[in-house]
Structure formats: C-alpha cells, structure tokens
C-alpha cells in the first residue's frame, strides 16, 4: 500500500468520524452521545477490516502472496518449455546419457 493511499484511508475515516457525529446529532443525540455514538461506529470498522485482514493473512489470500504464485507459476512454465527445447535439440545418445546420469543420481 502506497503512502497516498494510507493518507486517503486516513482521510476518509476522518471525514466519516465527522459525518457520524453530525448524523448522530441531527438524529438527536447529544453532543457526548453522539460523540460516543461515531467513535464506537468507528472502531466497528476497524475491528471488521483487522478482522477482514488476520483471515485473508491467515488463508494465503495476500496480494504479495497472490503475485508471488503467478509469478512462480509462470516461471516454471518458461523454464519447462526451455528445458523440453534443450532435450528435444539434443542426440539419441546425449539423450540416453543424460536419462542414465539422471536415474543414477535419483537413486542414490
């Protein structure tokens, strides 16, 4: 999340504390009331969005971890592909030899 962003949230949850305090007073409220009334409303959402957070942290569901995936993903297609190029440009018998090598390493 970029700077600008943390800011704009920042804004927003300032503007709906405002807004909450004056729709609490215009519903009539007192100014304490309503003052409580838009801070409990406030940490509401701070709770749902922590909450919202903790679940997508503890489920894998991150954007980092989401490119992270892609990236992988792709990574390992491109490197198959140029893998199956090299062996498919290679002899029988470099081919033979390098399953042996391969089949050798593997059991030991």
């Known amino acids: 999340m970029t700077r600008a962003k943390v800011f704009q949230i920042g804004l927003i949850v300032f503007i709906l504390g405002g807004l909450g ?6 519903l009539g409220f007192e100014s304490i009331s309503a003052g409580i009334g ?23 569901n991150m954007t980092f971890m989401e490119q992270r995936k892609r990236y992988r993903e792709a990574y390992e297609k491109l490197t198959d592909e140029k893998i199956k190029e090299k062996f498919d440009s290679m002899t029988e018998e470099e081919k033979i030899e390098l399953i042996r090598i391969v089949e050798k390493e593997g059991s030991t």
């Not at 305090?21 to 215009?26: G, R």
């Not at 801070?39 to 489920?59: D, E, H, K, N």
């Open 38 to 60: 838009a801070q409990l409303i406030l940490i509401l959402i701070i709770f749902a969005w922590t909450g919202s957070y903790l679940f997508r942290v503890f489920s894998g």
């Open 21 to 26: 305090y004056e729709v609490f007073q215009l």
